[in-house]
């Protein structure tokens, strides 16, 4: 059964009061103004806004990104298995984030680490590449940011309290609901809670047939609240609590694995995570234009029960505080910030069948800081950063391992015409060795070498963007290459093991991408029209990423996505559709001598949201996912295995109808 983590009351006890504290003068509530330095980087990046989740009745990460072609989300239909790749990249060379808490490490390579509503969410900023100093430590391959809804994001002009309950059925097959309720106390406070729930049976594939243990019970939370302390300073603490339940295949993202010792029988296994985080923003506090801060603590729990009774599971504990100064100079802006975050793991149960567990907990400190600067000279701008982090990590043996070290970025800009922008940049980040993945704790075969070095990620890219009129059109170009990247392996003479392990965790070598992303948009009236195409080519020591490549990336096949909205003010209605096209691949299946191809796909999604009542007091939204009910397993799902000789991952879902009314009073 899932257990309720217990830091939550207790640091909510903290917060609360914290936010609530006598001293803001009375006051309007008001947004504070943005003082920003852009990224010291070009690239190409993407925000994801809460109107677009809600229109598209998205569930799940795949959903979440499933307009943009640089991004790839395998694993199938259930929500835990999904695991989210940038430019090939896994989401674990990735900073993840959730109002600022920090949530990087992985609990379990068959499933992910990160559950959420995306109904929840008030926009994800996704930077691709290796990102700006001021993203954080460790960011190899970039950095996604959610910021989940506020009271303030939903109460209407002169309403002081407000709620919505929304009801939603799909056909393939399942429901979800949702209550919140949020509103102003007095001028000064605004709070809001909200409870989502969603239950799904097992899922029929594009031919129709049931894909077992693939349901899945999901519970979602969030409590908010903020203190407008002045017209320029506010605190906001929130809880989110998300859980994920069901019984599914040992390895939850796999199907068709079978092995007489180490069997994937369907067991009940649970994830769930709780974060809780204080923020606070100032504007204009003398000489100083901006503060931005957080303090959070996270904690991820999985658990799984064998069919022979033995039950297992991981925690991955981490906490964390970051500040941010800004300062403009005449035109010219400084940012100035420090960051530092302690992760702690633990295997929940030590069976230890191989004699190799240790001490069943692991833990990782990184202390950093960092300098951006923005330079405006004319048609040109100029930005550049520096950061420099400190590692400490102590793993389940005893051993500890220490690295340091600076990251530059730089980048230039020049607006050529007033239509015509054109960039180009280069970016250095850090990675010191860290925790194992938690499931290691449990079993142990994979023990570090002494000696590891840490990981290095260099960026360059080159770019543009054109607008004019109601066309914007967006290219980048890049080469990302990530040194000594630490991952667990048997024991070669080109990748020895210390003391003549079989197998061992340590630097397995260097990963290059080279690729691209096209992106052109247009609108006219009431239409916007959508069209872009990605394409990457990851290699680890001059061979082609393949499914087995966990903790690093995969490969896909080239991607096209094009969107299509049109909205008709005077009927209060939006209609839209979106189509994602994936080209078919050559590929090396692990374990294989013969190449494979993964077949490429095209799905088409549409989707219509209604106020009947000409406002947003009722909403209703029809959207209907896999049009044409096709069948496909995404590439960035595990595809054929040579030693079982079959497709191992799960199929995506077939035609999905669903249908959703909103309340809001």
Not at 247 to 256: D, E, I, L, S
Not at 340 to 346: D, G, I, L
Not at 454 to 470: C, D, L, Q, S, V
Request: glycine share 10%; hydrophobic share 35%.
């Amino acid at each position: 059964m899932m257990q309720k983590p217990p830091f939550s009351a207790r640091l909510l006890a903290v917060m609360l009061p914290l936010c609530l504290t006598e001293h803001a003068r009375a006051g309007e509530l008001v947004q504070l103004e943005t003082v920003e330095v852009k990224a010291s980087t070009p690239t190409q990046d993407d925000t994801v806004k809460r109107k677009e989740l809600l229109e598209k009745q998205a569930h799940n990460l795949n959903e979440i990104f499933a307009r943009d072609a640089e991004i790839s989300v395998g694993g199938g239909g259930n929500a835990i298995a999904q695991k989210m790749y940038i430019r090939g990249m896994e989401e674990s060379l990735l900073n993840l984030s959730i109002d600022g808490a920090q949530i990087n490490n992985k609990i379990y390579h068959h499933q992910t680490a990160l559950i959420l509503d995306p109904q929840l969410i008030r926009q994800v900023e996704v930077e691709k590449g290796t990102p700006s100093a001021s993203a954080g430590p460790g960011a190899l391959g970039g950095a996604i940011r959610y910021e989940t809804v506020s009271a303030r994001d939903l109460l209407r002009e002169g309403q002081t309290l407000g709620g919505s309950v929304t009801g939603s059925a799909f056909s393939n097959d399942g429901w979800r609901s949702s209550a919140s309720v949020y509103g102003l106390l007095g001028d000064k406070v605004d709070t809001l809670v909200s409870a989502s729930s969603m239950d799904t049976h097992d899922y029929k594939d594009g031919r129709g047939q049931t894909v077992a243990d693939s349901g899945t019970r999901q519970r979602n939370y969030l409590a908010k609240i903020g203190m407008q302390l002045t017209e320029t300073q506010r605190v906001t603490a929130a809880f989110q609590r998300s859980s994920d339940e069901g019984v599914r295949n040992t390895r939850a993202n796999m199907v068709g694995f079978a092995h007489p010792v180490v069997p994937n029988d369907p067991i009940p296994q649970s994830l769930s995570r709780d974060t809780a985080t204080v923020n606070y923003q100032g504007r204009q506090l003398g000489w100083i234009d901006g503060v931005d801060s957080t303090v959070y603590r996270s904690e991820v729990e999985s658990e799984r029960t064998s069919k022979k009774g033995r039950s297992w599971g991981e925690t991955l504990t981490t906490s964390g505080a970051d500040l941010t100064l800004k300062k403009a100079v005449g035109e010219h802006l400084v940012k100035v910030g420090l960051n530092w975050r302690e992760e702690k793991s633990a295997a929940n149960r030590i069976a230890n069948p191989f004699g190799l567990t240790g001490t069943g907990k692991e833990d990782m400190q990184v202390k950093g800081g960092f300098v951006e600067s923005q330079l405006n000279i004319g048609n040109v701008t100029v930005t550049g950063g520096l950061r420099f982090d400190d590692y400490r990590y102590t793993d389940n043996h005893q051993q500890t391992f220490t690295s340091h070290g600076f990251s530059p970025s730089a980048g230039i800009s020049w607006q050529a015409t007033e239509a015509l922008q054109l960039r180009t940049g280069y970016a250095e980040a850090l990675r010191g060795v860290g925790l194992k993945e938690a499931f290691m704790l449990d079993i142990a075969q994979w023990k570090n070498n002494p000696s590891i070095n840490p990981e290095k990620a260099h960026n360059i890219e080159a770019g543009f963007t054109y607008r004019t009129g109601g066309l914007e059109l967006n290219g980048t170009l890049y080469r990302q290459v990530i040194d000594n990247f630490i991952t667990s392996f048997g024991a070669s003479a080109a990748t020895p093991c210390a003391n003549g392990m079989r197998s061992c965790r340590g630097n397995l070598g260097q990963a290059t991408i080279n690729g691209y992303e096209l992106a052109t948009r247009y609108r006219i009236g009431n239409l916007t029209l959508g069209l872009s195409v990605a394409d990457s080519r990851p290699e680890l020591e001059g061979r082609k990423f393949n499914d087995q490549d966990l903790g690093l990336g995969t490969r896909t096949g080239r991607t096209w996505v094009g969107t299509v909205a049109y909205a008709l003010p005077s009927r209060a209605i939006e209609l839209g559709w979106l189509g994602r096209f994936v080209e078919s691949m050559d590929y090396l299946p692990p374990y294989s001598t013969a190449s494979g191809t993964k077949a490429g796909y095209g799905i088409n999604d549409v989707f219509v949201s209604w106020m009947p009542l000409k406002k947003d007091t009722l909403r209703l939204n029809l959207t209907v996912k896999n049009l044409f009910n096709q069948h496909y397993y995404d590439q960035a799902t595990y595809g054929y295995q040579g030693v079982q000789g079959k497709v191992l991952g799960y199929p995506e879902p077939g035609r999905d109808v669903r249908l959703e009314a909103n309340w809001k009073f």
